[in-house]
C-alpha cells in the first residue's frame, strides 16, 4: 500500500484535458511540497512538476500543478499520445522521515 | 548536463549481498543529496534511501532499514548502495537520484539497473 493515493487509471480522448489527484496526510503533502513524474514505457521516470505547481526547463505549459491541504492534482491540457504513461506524486514524509510516492496512475489517450 | 549512470545488478542468491553504484557527472555532486528508489517490475515506485550533500545525513525506507547502507564519494562523484541478507522481494529495478532544492524533489534519475534476487 502507498502512502500517497492516486486513482489506478484515467482515460481522455486526444486534445482533451485530465486531472490525476494524489491524496496523502498532514505529515507528508500537508508539511512538504509535491513532486509529479512522468514515466514512459521502458524508460526511467521523469521530473515534471515540483514544488507544487513549478515546471522544470523544458516541461511544456500543457502540464500544471495544484495543491490544498492534503491533496495535490496534476493537469494535463491539450492530450497527445506522447502523454501515455505512467505518472507518480511524490512528496517528502516529515513523520517517517521517508521519500513516499503515490501508487502511479496510468494515463491512456484513447 | 546531469548525468546518472548505475551499475552493479545482477542475479544474486538470496541471503548475498550486493553493492550498487551511481556515476555522476554533469553537476556539482558534492552540493546535492542523493536518493535510491526501486521499481519491482510492472510495480509503482518505492523510495528506498537518501544520503544529505555532506553524507552526514542518512534515511531509509522501513523496508531495507538495517539491511542497506547508502554512502557517497564525493571524490569519485559516486553513490553507493549496500545491499545486504537480500530477499526474492528485493527484486527490483534500482534508480539513483539527484536531489532539487529539497528532498520532496528528484530532479534527475538514471536509467536504472536491475537486480534479480533469485536461487
Known amino acids: 500500500q502507498s502512502v500517497l493515493t492516486q486513482p489506478p487509471s484515467v482515460s481522455a480522448a486526444p486534445g482533451q484535458k485530465v486531472t490525476i489527484s494524489c491524496s496523502g496526510a498532514s505529515s507528508n503533502i500537508g508539511k512538504n511540497s509535491v513532486s509529479w513524474y512522468q514515466q514512459l514505457p521502458g524508460t526511467a521516470p521523469k521530473l515534471l512538476i515540483y514544488?507544487?505547481?513549478k515546471r522544470p526547463s523544458g516541461i511544456p505549459a500543457r502540464f500544471s500543478g495544484s495543491k490544498s491541504a492534503t491533496s495535490a492534482t496534476l493537469g494535463i491540457t491539450g492530450l497527445q499520445t506522447g502523454d501515455e504513461a505512467d505518472y507518480y506524486c511524490?512528496?517528502?514524509?516529515?513523520?517517517?522521515?521517508?521519500?513516499?510516492f503515490g501508487g502511479g496512475t496510468k494515463l491512456t489517450v484513447l | 548536463q546531469v548525468q546518472l549512470v548505475e551499475s552493479g545488478g545482477g542475479v544474486v542468491q538470496p541471503g548475498r549481498s550486493l553493492r550498487l553504484s551511481c556515476a555522476a557527472s554533469g553537476f556539482t555532486f558534492g552540493s546535492y543529496g542523493m536518493h535510491w528508489v526501486r521499481q519491482t517490475p510492472g510495480k509503482g515506485l518505492q523510495w528506498m534511501a537518501v544520503?544529505?550533500?555532506?553524507?552526514?545525513?542518512?534515511y531509509y525506507g522501513s523496508s531495507v532499514k538495517g539491511r542497506f547502507t547508502i554512502s557517497r564519494d564525493d571524490s569519485k562523484k559516486t553513490l553507493y548502495l549496500q545491499m545486504d541478507s537480500l530477499r526474492a522481494d528485493d527484486t527490483a529495478v534500482y534508480y539513483c537520484?539527484?536531489?532539487?532544492?529539497?528532498?520532496?524533489?528528484?530532479?534527475?534519475w538514471g536509467q536504472g539497473t536491475l537486480v534479480t534476487v533469485s536461487s
Open positions: 511524490g512528496t517528502w514524509d516529515s513523520s517517517l522521515n521517508e521519500g513516499v
Open positions: 544520503v544529505s550533500y555532506d553524507g552526514r545525513i542518512n
Open positions: 514544488d507544487n505547481n
Open positions: 537520484a539527484k536531489d532539487g532544492h529539497s528532498s520532496s524533489i528528484l530532479e534527475s
